[in-house]
């Protein structure tokens, strides 16, 4: 019987919209039982440094309590309903959890119909997130390569790349041939010099849906950005969350443009 390999662009599909999933970053959500006072609730909360805690109802989280907000009574005078648009499945993508987390602070997670799990912006900093993020931009890169030389035979490529930056390319790959590493000039370009070649051709931008090359660039310098300020282990949320929204959003129009490039 003959083995079938996975079809790789269904793998690529796999790896990004279901290998990391809520539950590799969720923390698990504290809880007290409706009858609990709040001043005990809110020692507690303010000790462990809780901002939000669960609410159980019979034995189940039916809500949670925001620990800014109590102030005498019992947990249960405090509770606030969970809604479908800030809760997301503990399976849930990370696309899928970015998207939820695009106009709020935080969400819940669900586990088997129950909530038991919190997901805050500064979770988006953990490690599982920029291994995805590096990840992705890393695999565009290296399909822009593939994509530029399929496009541009011939190193045709060239009249739209400035000497200086065809210069380090060269003095790039001529380091690589001292490791015995033979790569092809294309692949010595830097990131932005691959896009603004591929934002040359109006099916490309057509297909990410860029108005003008102009923006395209714009675009192509804010995931640089994003992905230098993850190489060297700098904040991401703080200076980079629109442009987290912006590839989370658009990782399936851009995972379909690496796949069929060469098709246009």
């Known amino acids: 019987m003959k083995y079938r390999f996975a079809n790789p662009e269904e793998r690529l599909r796999d790896v990004f919209e279901s290998g ?81 987390l695009a106009d709020r602070e935080r969400i819940f997670v669900s586990v088997f119909g129950e909530v038991g799990g919190l997901i805050t912006r500064r979770d988006m900093e953990k490690p599982p997130v920029r291994m995805w993020l590096f990840g992705f931009i890393t695999l565009i890169e290296m399909q822009m390569s593939r994509a530029v030389d399929t496009l541009f035979p011939t190193e045709t490529w060239r009249q739209h790349v400035k000497e200086p930056r065809i210069a380090a390319a060269e003095k790039i790959r001529t380091e690589r041939a001292r490791w015995e590493q033979h790569v092809e000039l294309v692949d010595c370009l830097q990131f932005s010099d691959k896009a603004q070649i591929l934002l040359q051709i109006p099916e490309v931008r057509e297909r990410l849906e860029i108005p003008s090359r102009r923006k395209g660039l714009e675009r192509i310098r804010r995931i640089e950005s994003l992905r230098n300020n993850l190489a060297h282990s700098q904040a991401i949320v703080s200076s980079d969350w629109p442009t987290i929204v912006d590839i989370a959003h658009d990782m399936e129009a851009t995972l379909a443009l690496v796949r069929g490039t060469d098709q246009i």
Do not use: W
């Open 20 to 100: 990391f999933t809520a539950r590799d970053i969720a923390s698990a959500l504290a809880s007290f039982d409706a009858e609990t006072p709040s001043p005990a609730a809110h020692s507690v909360m303010t000790e462990e440094a809780f901002k939000l805690a669960g609410v159980r109802v019979r034995g189940q989280i039916a809500g949670y309590i925001d620990r800014d907000e109590l102030n005498g009574g019992i947990c249960g005078d405090y509770l606030h309903q969970f809604t479908p648009d800030g809760t997301v499945q503990h399976t849930a993508s990370f696309s899928e959890v970015v998207a939820a």
